[in-house]
């Protein structure tokens, strides 16, 4: 699909670019997905203004028609740095729903087509990044592995709710450089590839296949889409802050029986919508690490739900909680059969 079957699929509404003189010849994109974020975008923007590089590169702004404050910030950004940023407007008519929910997908899409650069990195409005020398670094691997179609590396992971919680999402060994593959990458249960801390090599339009405007998690296609093409490189430096449950986020919701069933879901159904458009090459992994969730969201979204939601969840999943060899269904099914209290009480009195 090229840009113009995509605006005449699912463009409504025309987008509109906030005026700049932006080079038409950078080196890199960044593209800065935000809605409803007033409180985390200066960060972000900031930490991509930051960096230190020997080549231009663009900075493209999706503002998803933010009310809070978030879209205005943004085109005062847009006004000091307009060498530098691109701002497009995006409206709610052209938002793209799954399970009558809304998604970024056309914000995504819409601005990764409009990317001018060779390579295109992703920095969430309620996301930063934290080393000025982050884009140099990858784009200078990149230039010296050009067998590597992208390019990760640590990222900090700090929970909104708690900020206490806090833990580095990385690969094993992960004080030296390293070169994955795809396998590598199913296998490894995403082997701590977070979006912010992702670089690829950007496509041409006509490259960009239908199945990813499908895929419930955008992100996790972008990711196969690009590593089918290429190596996977990793650089050791902790370079960015990945927020968990910042306010009106996706994983705000986390701790809630329905996102996890959605999310088991959403990752089921974006690799096996891979798995078609690899011709089923990494179908034992993909299996695998659909198994692998299964068995990482179940027990979450029984310990969230409630009678009823248990009781569904249990005869729809008959193979997984009858399972003995599965930690904690004994204690599950006492749960279910007895209520919370009861089990609660008996552990208290032994």
């Not at 910030?73 to 497009?88: F, G, N, S, T, V």
């Not at 590593?227 to 990793?234: E, P, R, V």
Request: glycine content about 4%; some cysteine.
């Amino acid at each position: 699909m090229n840009f113009e079957e995509f605006k005449n699929k699912y463009q409504h509404k025309s987008v509109k670019e906030f005026p700049n003189q932006v080079p038409e010849n950078p080196v890199l994109t960044v593209l800065v997905l935000t809605y409803q974020q007033a409180d985390y975008i200066r960060d972000c923007l900031e930490g991509i203004l930051m960096q230190k590089t020997n080549f231009l590169f663009e900075i493209i702004i999706g503002d998803d028609d933010s009310s809070d404050g978030t879209r205005e910030i943004c085109q005062e950004y847009a006004e000091k740095h307009p060498d530098k940023i691109r701002l497009m407007l995006h409206s709610k008519e052209n938002n793209i729903s799954f399970n009558q929910k809304p998604t970024p997908i056309f914000n995504v899409f819409y601005n990764t087509f409009s990317a001018r650069g060779k390579y295109i990195a992703i920095c969430e409005g309620d996301d930063y990044w934290t080393d000025s020398l982050k884009l140099q670094k990858q784009v200078t691997f990149m230039e010296t592995n050009p067998e590597c179609s992208l390019t990760f590396h640590p990222t900090l992971c700090i929970d909104e709710k708690d900020l206490e919680i806090q833990h580095l999402k990385q690969p094993p060994n992960p004080q030296k450089t390293q070169i994955f593959n795809l396998k590598d990458y199913i296998a490894g249960k995403g082997l701590g590839i977070w979006t912010v801390s992702m670089m690829f090599k950007a496509v041409h339009e006509d490259q960009i296949p239908n199945w990813l405007f499908k895929a419930p998690i955008t992100d996790l296609a972008l990711k196969l889409f690009s590593a089918y093409h290429g190596k996977i490189g990793y650089i050791p430096d902790i370079s960015a802050v990945y927020r968990r449950r910042t306010a009106g986020s996706w994983s705000e919701y986390s701790q809630t029986y329905q996102w996890q069933i959605d999310h088991l879901k959403g990752r089921n159904s974006t690799y096996n919508l891979f798995n078609a458009y690899s011709n089923y090459k990494y179908n034992s992994e993909i299996k695998a690490t659909n198994k692998w969730w299964k068995e990482l969201c179940l027990p979450q979204a029984f310990k969230f739900a409630n009678r009823s939601q248990r009781r569904k969840l249990i005869f729809n999943n008959l193979d997984y909680f009858l399972n003995p060899r599965h930690k904690g269904n004994f204690s599950r099914w006492m749960r279910f059969i007895f209520g919370d209290e009861f089990v609660s009480e008996i552990k208290d009195n032994l």
